[in-house]
């Protein structure tokens, strides 16, 4: 594991500590190539590679490829969808506004899954250049959300994730943990850094849009 991918391991993991049903990662704005490769997430570690994981049939990976415009996940995680999916493979992937519910009442796909035609001028549709969230749900049954900004000239980026650690409690896409536990976060992920003699800590918040929180 890289350092990137030890302290956003460490700050989503630790996320839960002080909210306890509440587990979040920000990924710093990585970029997703603008090719057939992409990149690979799994969301549920906090981790993030570029090269294709040999558990992705065994493990809850999303791969983002094309700049976001095409996205692949594995049998392990399941993303919300626009509408009732007919069979392995052939469910389109949505887009979320900040604040939408994740939870047992939407819609996912099922099994091993590609979605190509989520990029476009609808509400439901991720708009080149525009941030968004997508909704995902895991075999053990807990919700979560990934920040995404898709590109259709170029490369996207991958800016945050949470998930509920507690098995069917809905999320709100972009809720994050409360300011306390991100300070806590923030100190161990710089611990980290200093002992790795990196320059910057991770930044923890996404600030791009105001972040809905639950009560």
């Known amino acids: 594991m890289n350092l990137f991918s030890a302290v ?26 603008g090719n057939s490769a992409g990149i690979y997430i799994n969301p549920i570690a906090g981790v993030i590679t570029a090269t294709p994981p040999q558990d992705f049939e065994s493990a809850p ?12 996940s594995s049998p392990l995680i399941t993303l919300a969808i626009l509408d009732p999916a007919t069979g392995n493979g052939d ?22 899954n590609g979605s ?4 476009g001028p609808a509400a439901d549709q991720f708009q ?18 990934i920040c995404i900004t898709v590109s259709a000239t170029g490369e996207g980026v991958i800016h945050a ?12 896409a972009g809720a994050v943990p409360e300011p306390g536990v991100a300070v806590l976060c923030l100190a161990a ?13 991770i ?7 105001r972040p809905v929180r639950r009560h």
């Open 8 to 33: 956003a391991t460490l700050v989503f993991l630790t996320a839960g500590i002080g909210r306890a049903a509440l587990r979040y990662a920000d990924f710093r704005d990585m970029g997703i190539p």
């Open 61 to 72: 990976w999303i791969n983002l490829l094309f700049g976001g415009t095409a996205i692949g």
């Open 91 to 112: 469910g389109l992937v949505m887009k979320l506004p900040g604040g939408a519910e994740i939870g047992p009442a939407a819609y996912y796909t099922i099994g091993a």
């Open 116 to 119: 190509e035609n989520h990029t």
């Open 128 to 145: 080149s250049g525009e941030p968004g969230y997508l909704g995902f749900a895991t075999a053990e049954g807990n919700y979560g959300w």
């Open 161 to 172: 994730a949470a998930m509920e650690a507690s098995p069917g409690i809905p999320i709100l």
């Open 189 to 201: 992920a710089a611990l980290l850094l200093r002992r790795r003699r990196a320059p910057v800590p």
């Open 203 to 209: 930044p923890f918040s996404y600030p791009a849009q």
